[in-house]
Structure formats: C-alpha cells, structure tokens
C-alpha cells in the first residue's frame, strides 16, 4: 500500500511537467507545419498579416472577410470585398470560420513561453527533495537544454535570447524589485566596502584577465595571435562583472546572513557603470585607428559621468512619481502603475544616453518608496508588492530557461587553450581582488570580515546572463571571434552557476558560517535603534568629528523640515517616525491575525446597513492649553536661549596641546585638590577612630590610640615625652577640630601659656573648628592664634603618604602642579 501511494505522490508531483510538455509538443506542430521564422519575437510585417487595398477599391473594415490562409503568399495582393459584381473572394463553405496564426503569433508565443515558465517553477516546488539538492537556476538551465534540443530534433531553429529583449524586458523588472525593496540601512552602512568591491574589484578583474588572455594570445602553439589587446580586454571587461540575477538565484535560497547578502548583492548592483563604461570604451577604442591621451581622459571621466548620470535619471523621476502620488487619494486603482511607469522610465531615460539604467532603477525606488507608501493606500502597497515579486521571478526564469535554449542554438567555436585558460583566470583574479581588498577594508571597519566571509564573497561571484548578452551585441564585422567569446561566457556561466552555486550551500553548513535569522522588527528595537542613532550623532558633535551618523542627521533634518512637506500629503506629512512605524506594525499584525483565523468570531462580512446604524463614539474633547502673550512667549524664548547648552554648534577637534588657558584654571585645580586631601584624611580618620584595621599602625596613630585609651595599651617606659590625645566625648569628633602640641617643646622653649592650655594641660584635645569667613580657603587658612608648630603639625597629620595610582575618576592634573 505504501508503494501504491508512493507512486500516486509521485505521478502527482509529476503534474506540472507533464502539462509542460504537453504545452510545447502542442506549439511544435503549429511551428513546423505554418513554416515560421525561428527567431524569438521577430516581427511580422503589416503587409503579409493585413493585405493591402487595390488604388481605388472601396475599404471596408469592418465587413471584409480576413484573407484566406491557403492563398496568401508574401507580396500577394488581395482585392478587397466591394459591392461591384464580379470582384468578390471565393465564397467560403462558413464564412465566419478561418485559421490565421499569425495575427497572433507573437502574443501567443509569449503566453506559451511564459505559461512554460510558470509550470517548471511550480514542478520544482512541488518535489522538495530535487529543490532542496539543486538550485533553481540550475534546473531552469537544464529545462532550456531540453526544450532547446526538442526544438532542434523536429527540423526548427530554437529561438536565441537576443540582447535587446534581455535588457529592455527582462532586467528591468528583477532590478527594480531588488532596488524598492532593498535594506537601505545596511546598504548605506556598508557603502564604502561594497563601492570597493565594485568599482576597484571589477577594475581588477577585467585588466588581470584581458591582460594575462593577451599573454595567452601571443604564444605561436595556440593560434590566436590575430586577436589584439583590446579585444581581450573588451572580453575581460564583459567577463569580470558579477551578475546580479545569478546572485540572486542563489544567495536567497541558502539564506546567508544580512552583511554578506548585501556585500555581494549591492556589488553586483553598483558594478554595472563599471561594466557599462569598460564594453563601451573598448568597444569604441577598437574601431579607431589611434587612441590618444585624450581618450583616456575622457574614458576616465565617463565613470563618473554614467554612474552618477544614471543616479541622477533615478533621482529625478523618483520625485516627480512621489510628487504624483500626493493627488491619488481619490483614484487608488491607478497608483501602482505610477510607480512601474516611473520606474520603467528611468531606465529607459538612462539607456538613451548610454548610462547606468540599473543604478537609474535602484535610485528610482530607494527614493520614492518612503514617500509613495505614505501617500498610497494599504491595498495599493500589497499590489506593488506582490506584482514586483511575481514580474522578477518570472522574469528570472525565463532568463535561465533562455540560457539553456540558445546554447543550444548558438553557434559555437570552441578553443580548449581561451576557454580553459578564461576561467582559470576568472577564479584567480576573484580570490586575489577579494582577498587584497579585504585586507584594506579591514584596516577601516569596526566589524572585520573574517576568513569564512572572505571566502564566500570570492566563492559567490557568480556570472550570468548579462555577459551573455553583452557578447551578444558584439558585431560581428569588427569582432571576427565573437563565436568563440559567446562559447567562453557560456562556459563560465555554467561552471559558476552549476558548480559553485549547486557547492556553496553545503560549504556554507560545513563552516557554520552564519545564517539569516527570520525575525520581526518591534517598536522596541525601533526605539533603541533611533536612540542608538541619536546617540552617535551626539557623540560626533561633542568630539568635532563629522561622521556618516552627521551627514545622516542632517539629511533626515533637511527630509523632515522641506521635503516631506512637498511630497507627502496630509497630516502624514507631520508624523513622527516612530509613530508611523507603529502604526504599519500595528496593520500588519492585524491583517496576519485575520489570515491566521484568530478572529473568527467576528463577522466574514458586515452588512452595510449594521454598519450604518453602529454610530461613532464621541471623540474626547481636548484640553485647552491658556494661551501665552507674544511678550511672554518672547521671555520664555529667550530665557532658553540664554541658558541652555547649543549642542548644534561646531567644535574643534580635541587637542590638549590647542586649549586656550584660563587664568584661574590653575588656583581652581589647587582648592579641588585641597578640598579632596581633606576628604581623604577625613576618611581615614573615621576610619581609624572607629573601625579596627588590620595594618601596621603609623606612629601618630598609635600614640593617638593610646591615649584615648590608656587601659587598654600598657605605657611603654620612655612614653613620658610622648604627647597626649585628650578626646572631649561631647565635641564633634572631626579632623578639622585636631590640634597637636607638643608638650615637650613647650615647656624647653618656656613660651607663655596660651588660652587653650588654660584648659586643659595635659595634651591634645578635639574641638570644633570655628566656620570661616566667605570667599577664603576653609582647609587651609590659618586662624588667628595658629602657632607655626600647629600649621607644622597640621600639615603633617593632612599629608595621606605616598600618592596611589591614578584611578579613571580622578581629574585631570595640569603639568604644572
């Protein structure tokens, strides 16, 4: 019974191929009996669909019947339908009934192509175990071999994925997805390094190989001295770039993590100027006669020119489609398709003049998305959303269907010694570039890309259909070796595509290196993350160092004050950030709580009547603020003006060697310093009055201990000349209040009794001190009838001993002191 199953499962799972294949045996007959051009969308002429009228014969659009299939020849002109005897068509046995597959030849190709595409995706999803082995890319690949070579085995020419349909149908919509949803936070985060990667890194690659191809050129043994230096580098710059569709294909299956997802992906994005700019240069460098200094120059200076040209296409039309989106509030139907107009032109407004159409996209939809989600409506988001993804990964299979197709249709000249040696060289030069520009990017990151990252940014760089096509625009009459070009491209894009991308999933488990967590933002971690942000901006104004989290600051400043006012309508305009985060969280968990079936018990659907006769709670009435006078407000102004810290203003660098004196830094360093030693010694004093230590007393401290208890220390004979502590119990018990005399100097010098001796002769006793006068030092400023042996004593008793390290709160001591 298990077996019976099992093949029911199967021949289930096996559905989708079979309607597949159904579908192309249906298109083959068709193909092969009407005789058609095999070339891939090649356009009818108007002439051999709709015949023309005869000079001077009446027209009838509507009437007259469509031309009969068996008659019509190219070039034959039929009469048309009139009312004049004689000059009618054959009369048909059902005059409504006919057979005419080239009216809609094209459109139904398309369909069938499409709907091909659809079938394989969904059989591959269908069977777990082949997806889970072999990556999609690879299994579209090998679909296009067949029907390619099932194409061929019939007597047609399969149809060859030509350039202008790759670039101006099928790209745009995987690059568009890519770029209005792409993770800005990381991506401008890591800018620097994937610029890098991308322009320095694909630099690299196409010299290291075009040029060491050369050197493989000129060895007589292999026969290609006839293909120059600027040939192999026009070849090595179409080679060197990394595709972003392959990228794609792959990266999103094995589920790596955000940092090198974003590495690789954002380089395989930015690397089109460099690649558009390096095919175009060598292609016009190698029709002239002689390249002058000047041509470098400018060839230099087209970088910037189509990258930022490109950018800028993006930028312009990304405003203006926000801009429309403002005055959409009362025709929702029609707001995704701004932004797929928009988009779509940008690029197409790029291509025109030879610029980046890719980056044109990217700037497209990072600039109008923040403002377009605003102004749209939820269903309108979902729209976008959903259309985006389902266009590219249509598109996306087609592409690698497409692939396999015309390799098998393309013609072919293979060279073991340029194919071998093209891809030994496309691997060399990818570890060297990643791992030379690592060790540089490293020296400036805070968080270092390891050995494990290094390794699959090198491994990832994946070739795909884009060197396809670009060698396909090659010209033939000025590229005499663009056959064996096209079979180098399709060797390498198999080798990285099969080999490296069907090897990199089970790598990635064996290095553990780490994956993509699927976890959903919060508020919580968007307020942390905000005050993160604010934190670091902070931290850049007190230092004077003017970072990325600065020019952040003020741009979204700068986006807050001016330009959410002009491209946001409504109140939206004036919401919080925080605020409208919250409330797209707070939508979503909704519409998963409705999809999940947690609110069952509500309704599917509410009458319009009940709704009509639920009336709405009366909003709460607002508290009414009194209002200030202009003279009041005007005082408060400028109280806060006066009195607060402007954190806004510039600052200089911090230099201990630049700071300005101040003339009483110095007497206020020498009060903190005394008012600290007294503090110490008050410390200690407590301490030593009435906790017992464990250290070895000094011998002012024991004497004062024995004094204040005699009965417990047995007198030592020679204690006679010691002095004695007396300690009054109902007298504060300060260090302030100490005062030594040595009884022993007093009577050999003979020195009148003075009023505190009066007292008490016998020694030391604890008195408080009386409170000094305002604006004089209360530590050290001697009294009226301080002795100089008291100051002595004092400052003796004030001394803590030998100073102990410096701990991290102690303050800043100058040089001087």
């Known amino acids: 019974m298990q077996v019976k199953g099992f093949g029911m499962l199967g021949s289930l799972h096996a559905l989708p191929f079979l309607v597949g294949m159904a579908a192309l045996l249906g298109l083959l007959p068709v193909l092969h009996s009407h005789g058609l051009e095999p070339q891939y969308m090649m356009a009818t002429p108007p002439s051999q669909i709709y015949p023309k009228v005869v000079h001077g014969a ?86 296009g071999l067949l029907v390619g070579g099932l194409i061929k085995a019939v007597g047609e020419e399969p149809p060859i994925l030509e350039s202008d349909v790759f670039f101006l149908f099928l790209l745009p919509p995987i690059i568009l997805d890519a770029g209005y949803f792409l993770p800005l936070r990381q991506f401008t985060e890591n800018m ?87 095919y175009h240069l060598f292609d016009e460098y190698a029709t002239l006669d002689k390249i002058t ?28 489609a926000a801009f429309t989106s403002r005055f959409t509030s009362h025709i929702r139907v029609i707001e995704p398709l701004f932004v797929f107009l928009y988009s779509y032109m940008a690029y197409l407004s790029a291509e025109v003049f030879h610029l980046s159409g890719i980056m044109a996209l990217i700037a497209a939809g990072v600039v109008m998305r923040p403002y377009v989600e605003a102004n749209i409506s939820h269903k ?70 390891t050995p494990k990252d290094q390794f699959i940014i090198a491994y990832g760089g994946l070739r795909g259909a884009i060197a396809f096509s670009l060698g396909y625009l090659l010209e033939k009459e000025h590229f005499g070796m663009k056959d064996m070009f096209l079979t180098a491209i399709i060797t390498v894009i198999f080798f990285t595509v099969f080999v490296q991308g069907m090897t990199i999933h089970p790598l990635v488990d064996l290095l553990a290196v780490k994956k993509k967590h699927e976890t959903k933002r919060s508020i919580n971690e968007e307020i942390h993350t905000q005050f993160l942000d604010h934190l670091l901006t902070g931290i850049e104004d007190i230092c004077g160092h003017y970072g990325h989290h600065h020019w952040k600051d003020k741009l979204n400043r700068f986006n807050k004050k001016y330009v959410k006012k002009c491209l946001i309508s409504g109140e939206r305009s004036k919401e919080p950030q925080l605020i409208a985060f919250y409330h797209k969280m707070e939508m979503k968990q909704a519409i998963e709580l409705v999809e ?19 009336n709405p709670k009366a909003l709460p009435v607002e508290r009414i603020l009194p209002a200030l006078s202009k003279d009041k407000e005007e005082e408060i102004r400028k109280i806060l003006r006066t009195n607060l810290q402007k954190t806004r203003q510039r600052l200089r660098s911090y230099n201990r060697h630049t700071l300005v004196a101040d003339p009483y830094e110095e007497a206020w360093n020498q009060m903190l310093l005394r008012r600290q030693k007294v503090r110490q010694l008050e410390q200690k004093m407590n301490n030593y009055l009435t906790v017992p230590t ?28 010691l002095p004695i502590i007396t300690i009054d119990p109902a007298s504060p018990q300060s260090p302030e209040s100490v005062d030594l005399v040595n009884e022993t100097l007093k009577r050999m010098s003979h020195l009148p009794p003075s009023p505190e001796e009066d007292e008490d002769e016998e020694g030391l006793m604890m008195r408080p001190k009386e409170p000094s006068s305002p604006g004089t030092d209360d530590v050290f400023t001697p009294g009226a009838n301080d002795s100089p042996s008291n100051q002595r004593m004092m400052r003796c008793l004030s001394d803590p001993g030998p100073r102990p390290d410096p701990e991290e709160g102690d303050p800043f001591i100058p040089k001087g002191q």
Not at 71 to 80: A, I, L, V, W
Not at 203 to 214: D, H, K, P, R, T
Not at 255 to 270: K, Q, T, W, Y
């Open 58 to 143: 009446v027209e009838e659009e509507i009437t007259s019947s469509p031309p009969i299939s068996q008659d019509s020849h190219p070039g034959t002109k039929h009469p048309t339908n009139n009312s004049f005897p004689g000059h009618g068509k054959k009369r048909k046995i059902f005059p409504v009934l006919d057979f005419n597959y080239n009216h809609v030849r094209k459109p139904f190709e398309i369909a069938l192509w499409i709907l091909l595409a659809c079938l394989m995706k969904l059989g591959f999803h269908v069977i777990p175990t082949i997806s889970s082995i072999v990556p999609e890319s690879c299994l579209l690949i090998v679909v």
């Open 192 to 278: 620097g390094t994937i610029l890098i990667f991308a322009v320095v890194g694909t630099l690299w690659n196409a010299f290291f190989v075009g040029g060491l191809l050369y050197a493989v050129c000129q060895i007589d043994a292999t026969e290609l001295g006839h293909i120059g230096l600027l040939d192999n580098l026009l070849f090595g710059s179409i080679i060197s770039a990394v595709d972003p569709v392959a990228v794609l294909a792959v990266f999103e299956e094995i589920h790596i993590n955000e940092l090198l997802h974003i590495l690789v992906f954002g380089e395989s994005l930015l690397n089109d100027a460099v690649t558009v700019v390096l």
């Open 293 to 320: 200094f000047t041509d470098i120059i400018l060839g230099f200076l087209s970088f910037f020119v189509v990258s930022l040209g490109g950018v800028f296409v993006g930028v312009v039309y990304g405003i203006i």
């Open 380 to 449: 309108s988001h979902t729209t976008i959303k959903y259309f985006l993804k389902m266009w590219s990964s249509v598109s996306e299979t087609l592409i690698f269907i497409f692939l396999g197709v015309s390799t098998v249709a393309g013609n072919h000249r293979w060279e073991w010694t340029f194919v071998i040696s093209t891809l030994v060289f496309c691997l060399i030069a990818r570890v060297l570039g990643v791992l030379g520009l690592t060790w540089f990017i490293n020296k400036f990151r805070i968080v270092k890309l």
């Open 596 to 614: 999940s079936g947690g609110m069952g018990k509500i309704p599917s659907a509410v009458s319009t009547v009940s709704m009509q006769n639920i």
């Open 694 to 721: 464990h250290k070895i007393d000094s011998p002012t401290m024991s004497r004062a201990r024995i004094g204040s208890d005699p009965l417990a220390y047995d007198p030592k004979p020679d204690s006679e000349n």
